[in-house]
Structure formats: structure tokens, C-alpha cells
């Protein structure tokens, strides 16, 4: 912290506001898979969230956005659970610390697994955020025409991810992390593709919603990494956003990652961090 910056505080109003985004954002990759798949899945509300099932091995199949309209009765519950043992998948839910606490109780108490942990991070933008790209690197949108070459790009990046900090507690197939960004696409995140001296080197994605901005994952080919890609890439949706009339932008990280020091040096704050539970089918 400096003179010059108040780190960003998060009261549970501003936790509801960014976990209803999230919640926006599965609910509308999953109907976009569902639409692929014939109607097969579903979406399902959830004492103000959401309880998704996009397709097999999915990042989308989750419940999200618990904690800030009341608990789930067992009613809803036993119905959830039914629903994910048809498709023979584990609920697995993200609960936010400032959730109300009687919720993981409730979930331990029916079985639920602590599996792991991931930080949300925040920046207020009110100011007028600076555009940095080191030289060499441009940062521009990245339209339809290219999206196949995008996609392997960051697939490529995910499957060679960085080992510092806490590894994310589920990796996906290639293949499903495709259908997963092509969902993403559906459900409103914009793309952004990063060229070092002309070559595709990285790309991210980012999404609007209710005035949060969603930074909604980076990628770096692994021959291009440690040059300011992650950097530029990050400010140039921070600038983005505040153009859009945004005035809090969002990240999520695992903890202790590279993204998260990444993050931090451009003025992100750690707000909470979401438990993610599990229960078998």
C-alpha cells in the first residue's frame, strides 16, 4: 500500500455483487453447452445461486453463487443432488468466506469434502487505469477469424501451466477445455489475443456484467512467458473496463499463484476466498 492507494474493502454487499456475476456466467455457459447437447443438462436456482451441469468433466458443473439470500433447505438439496447423480458427477460447490456460515455447516454436515481454495481479487476503478505493454508486445481484441488458433493457444498454455503456488484442484481435457471457452464465448466473454514481435503469444478473456468486470482467464504460450505479457494483458482490460463505466474489476486465482503476484502488482486486492466442497454421487 502507498499513499497514493486504499487498498479496495469488501463488505458483503460487494461479495453478492460479484458472486451474482459469477453466477450469471455459469448459468449462461452452461445453457450454451446445453444447446450443443441437445437440451441435455441443467440449471437449476439455488437459494440465489446456481446449481449447473454444462457436460461431461465440464468447469461448468458447479453450484455457485451461495451465501447472501439465505440457506438452501434439504429440500433443494436432495433435489441438486439427484440431479448430479444422474450424470453420475460430483456436486461441487464454490462458497465465498463471507457466505453465510450456517451454509458450510449445513453442506459438512451432509457429507460435503473441503477439496480446495481459490482467492477473488479486486481493484476499484475509479481512476483512469494506465495501458503498459512492454516493447514488442500489442495487446488487441481478438475476433471470430482467429478464435480456432486462439483456442490453441491458451489450450497449449493450460496443459504447460506454471508451478508456483497452490496447482488448481481439477485439470480438464483438452477437449473439453475448448467446448468450455467456445461456452464461455456464448455467455458474453470478450477475447483478447497478445502478439509478441508479431506472434500469437497469449491471450484473455473478459466479461461485463452489472458494472464488475471478470477477468475471465489468461493464458502465455510457455516459450513466451516472463516478458510482460501477463502485465499488458491485465491492463489493457483494466482500461477497457473503466471505459465501459465499470467500477470494480474482478480475478480469480489460486492462491499463492503467479496470476496472483501478477495481479497484486497491478493494484488488485485479495477480497475473499471461496471454499470449494464436494460430494459424491
Partial sequence: MTAERTPLFCDTALAERIERAETQLVADAARAAHRRN??????LPLAGGVACFAEPGSPF???????????????ALDEIERAFAAYDTPVQVELPHLADPAIGALLTDRGYRLESFENVLGRALHDDPERVAPPGIEIRPSGDEEFDAWLDLAADAVAHPDSQGVPWHEEFPRNIYIRAERDGAA?????????????????????????????????????????????????ARLVDAARAGCDVAVIVTQPASKSQQNAQRRGFDLLYTRAVLSKQP
Avoid: C, E, M
Avoid at 458443473?61 to 429440500?75: E, H, M, S, T
Avoid at 464488475?212 to 512467458?225: I, L, M, N, S
Fill in 38 to 43: 441437445d437440451g441435455r443438462g441443467f440449471a
Fill in 61 to 75: 458443473n458447479k453450484v455457485a453463487g451461495l451465501g447472501f439470500a439465505g440457506i438452501p433447505d434439504a429440500a
Fill in 187 to 235: 455467455a458474453g466473454v470478450v477475447r483478447y489475443a497478445a502478439l509478441r514481435d508479431g506472434v500469437l503469444a497469449g491471450g484473455a478473456g473478459l466479461r461485463i456484467a452489472d458494472g464488475v468486470a471478470q477477468f475471465a482467464g489468461a493464458a502465455t504460450a510457455p516459450a513466451h512467458r516472463r516478458h510482460g505479457i501477463q502485465a499488458a494483458l491485465l491492463s
